[in-house]
């Protein structure tokens, strides 16, 4: 099991980006996704979490209004639209997958420890 992402970079305050994670999993259908992002010096931050009938969405906090995240099953891939960045945004992004059956990722789906696969990360760096 493999998941790459990719898209981070280093842009202004108020601009956007889109982050994408491909993941080389069987059955990529029956995997809830999620994205992470750590800053220096601080814990792992949930992002934005989608399930994997794709009908159940959520986000932390200090992304809602922001971020949105979809995922494309044909071609195994969840990606994270960022808009309105801000310099407290920069941070290594993470994706990951976890089995999540029903709709448990909306009561579990923040909680990193439950996923079981994880992508390497992307850097994503705002200026103000």
């Known amino acids: 099991v493999q998941l790459q992402a990719s898209g981070g970079g280093l842009v202004q305050a108020g601009d956007s980006l889109r982050l994408s994670c491909v993941a080389s999993?069987?059955?990529?259908?029956?995997?809830?996704m999620g994205w992470f992002r750590q800053a220096p010096g601080k814990a792992r931050e949930f992002v934005a979490a989608?399930?994997?009938?794709?009908?159940?969405?959520f986000y932390g906090d200090s992304v809602k209004g922001r971020f949105t995240i979809s995922r494309d099953s044909a071609k195994n891939t969840v990606s994270l639209q960022m808009k309105s960045l801000e310099p407290d945004d920069t941070a290594v992004y993470y994706c990951?997958?976890?089995?999540?059956?029903?709709?448990?990722?909306?009561?579990?789906?923040?909680?990193?420890?439950?996923?079981?696969?994880w992508g390497q990360g992307t850097q994503v760096t705002v200026s103000s």
């Open positions: 989608i399930s994997y009938t794709g009908d159940q969405i």
């Open positions: 999993i069987r059955s990529f259908e029956a995997y809830s």
């Open positions: 990951a997958a976890g089995l999540f059956p029903g709709k448990t990722i909306t009561t579990r789906g923040r909680d990193g420890s439950k996923y079981a696969y």
